[in-house]
Every structure is written in structure tokens, then in C-alpha cells.
């Protein structure tokens, strides 16, 4: 018996058909990704110009690997880190930090944040630093924000530095209420932090 082409064709597929319910091809996204809500935000429309205000740099932080991903982490011992389930934020934390920096130093501390190529022919202040933490410790049931910041002031060498903490109770420890509680330690680090350096001369 000769078995045409377009029959073999429908012995493979026939064939595959019951494995498709068991392949999966990475991981399956979340219902929906997290972001940081910033409290304050520089109002649509406001020009500002660093020829007449201080003008800063505000870099991207350092962080450790266990944020260095988009996954949410959770200190469940001292020894031991977990992640949340279904809970992914929509960009790695140190990038979400750096904007909320950004925008609460320009709404509250009327600076003028420049990006690394446009403060080279403008002597601007620098903002670094590491963020420590940014996640839920279980054993507190507490979302933690934890930011070293180094800030080097416009044409001065000397560097001051400061740990910022905050610590938001967290109900339960799930992909929703772990965001906002997060969302809330990250703008009152970012407003302690933009207070600070206003006061820097």
C-alpha cells in the first residue's frame, strides 16, 4: 500500500496532538504586572530651566540579586529568601526606584533632573546609591525599603552619604496588597531622600 505525502502529514500532527496540553514554553505571565504609584509627580506643563535651579543626576541603584529580577522577594528566615506568587513587577525594582526618585526631586525639591548626557556641559549634583531592599519580611509581616544613597554636590568632590528605611505593615502577603504596601515604603523613602538633599549645599 503507498501512503501519499499529505497522509503522512496527518499522522505527525495526529501524532503531536496529544502532547500540545503538555508542552509549555516558559512560564506562564501573571494576571497582571505591579508598578510604583508616586505620591508626588511635577505638574504637567511647569518648565523649569537649570540655569535658574539646581540641577542633579539621578542614577539607576545598585541592588543585590535577589531584586535584580522583576520577581517580588519575601525574607522568610534570615537565611532564606522566597518570592511571591503571581506577583511581577512590570520593570526591575532599581529602574521603578530610579524614576520615583526623579519625580519626587523634582516635585518637591524643585530640582532639575538631567540625564548622564545632558549634565556634561552642566555642573549638576549626582545621586547614587544602592537599594538594599524591596520586599515583604514574613517573619514582620512588613513591606521593607531599604536605599543607601551617596549624593556628590555640583563642582564639590565630598560625597555624603545616608541609609533611608521605611516599613509598611503588610494584611496579607499576596501579589496585591504587597504592592501597595511597597508602593507606600518606596515614596516615603523617595520624599526623605529628596528632603535630604534639598538641604545639601
Do not use: H
Not at 28 to 38: D, E, F, G, K
Not at 94 to 101: E, Y
Request: glycine letters at 4%; a neutral charge.
Amino acid at each position: 500500500m503507498i501512503v501519499r505525502p499529505f497522509a503522512n502529514k496527518l499522522l505527525v500532527v495526529a501524532a503531536l496532538m496529544p502532547l500540545a496540553g503538555c508542552i509549555r514554553f516558559g512560564a506562564a505571565p501573571p494576571p497582571s504586572l505591579l508598578t510604583i504609584a508616586p505620591q508626588v509627580q511635577p505638574t504637567v506643563g511647569t518648565g523649569q530651566s537649570s540655569a535658574t535651579g539646581r540641577s542633579i543626576v539621578v542614577e539607576v541603584p545598585a541592588v543585590p540579586q535577589s531584586i535584580a529580577g522583576t520577581r517580588v522577594p519575601v525574607q522568610a528566615t534570615d537565611t532564606s529568601i522566597a518570592y511571591i506568587k503571581d506577583a511581577q513587577w512590570a520593570e526591575p525594582p532599581a529602574r521603578l526606584f530610579a524614576r520615583l526618585l526623579s519625580d519626587t526631586l523634582t516635585a518637591r525639591a524643585q530640582m532639575v533632573v538631567l540625564s548622564p548626557a545632558q549634565s556634561i556641559d552642566d555642573p549638576s549634583a549626582t545621586l547614587s546609591g544602592e537599594l538594599r531592599s524591596f520586599g515583604v519580611d514574613a517573619t514582620r509581616r512588613e513591606a521593607v525599603a531599604i536605599y543607601d544613597a551617596t549624593f556628590m554636590p555640583a563642582g564639590k568632590t565630598n560625597v555624603e552619604k545616608r541609609r533611608f528605611e521605611a516599613r509598611v505593615a503588610v494584611g496579607e502577603i499576596d501579589a496585591a496588597q504587597s504592592a501597595v504596601a511597597l508602593s507606600q515604603a518606596a515614596n516615603q523613602v523617595a520624599q526623605q531622600v529628596a528632603d535630604w538633599v534639598a538641604a545639601q549645599r
